[in-house]
């Protein structure tokens, strides 16, 4: 073994000090649950929610002021908008307005079309043009969608997960989106206090619990500063279904979890339309105030 010169090891210092730290990559995974109660929420076992909650921030008292459906749910969450200015107020998805309001995904692309972007779905008018949709734009980079009409939501999910799994492990997407929705219609089948809609968000849980060992697992996380967001687009009647302005209804959460959230409190009035202005945030984006965003930046800011 050749023992290296003084010259190598001089030119090995400048380059550390020119280099510095290695650059530490933001990155976003937003995972959302179709029509999970928090008070259910908070009686049943879901280890990978308490967890990421433990390691961040959760609130769930939010009184959401999008109407109790799913369409006008996703797209606050998902465009920091409310349907004042979206304009999806029921679960036809046509008029809308998300050409001045697009999805975060592809918000981030229209901005730098480097961010590579990930989401999949399996309730249709999310990624396809069912029912008028798409929310989530051709414009992201990777758009998956299984059909849980077709094939069951249970079914549906643990497609969509897998193929998640399998694109956080071994691609590079900088923010993506995995929706689940089966909670929603155990609730719509079997009430909002049933045992089967108390078994959909334990199993949603495992969803969420293999996202996130998926994320852990990259070989590159050690130089990642990934925010885990988790949310729900409204809540349940006891006896199942939606659509009103009961508590039951209209209270749902947010959960904020990663290196850059910490200790942080969430402002008390965090609300869905928080989800894509925190992501984009996160993701280094300045928020304009000509793209006239109602969510705020929440969970931020708290580094351990
Ligand atoms: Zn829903």
Redesign the pocket.
Known sequence: MTRPTNVVCAIAVLLLAACGEPRIEKKVLVIGI??VRPDVLAEVHTPAIDALAAEGAFDGRIQTKAQT??GP??SSMLTGVWPDKHRVTSNDFTPNNYAMYPDFLTRLELIDGQFSTFAVVDWAPLGSEASGGPLLSDTIDVKLDFDGNQIGYQEGDIRSVAAAVRFLENQDPDAAFVYIGYP?VAAEDHGGRSQEYHLSIENADVHVGRLVAAVRNRPTYEREDWLILVST??GQRDEGG?GGDSPEEQTVFYLASGPSVGESALPRDVNIVDVAVTALTHLGIVIDPAWHLDGRVSGLGGAR
Request: proline share 0%; charged share 40%; glycine share 20%.
């Open positions: 179709d029509g459906r799913s749910g996703w929603d687009d409204h939606h």
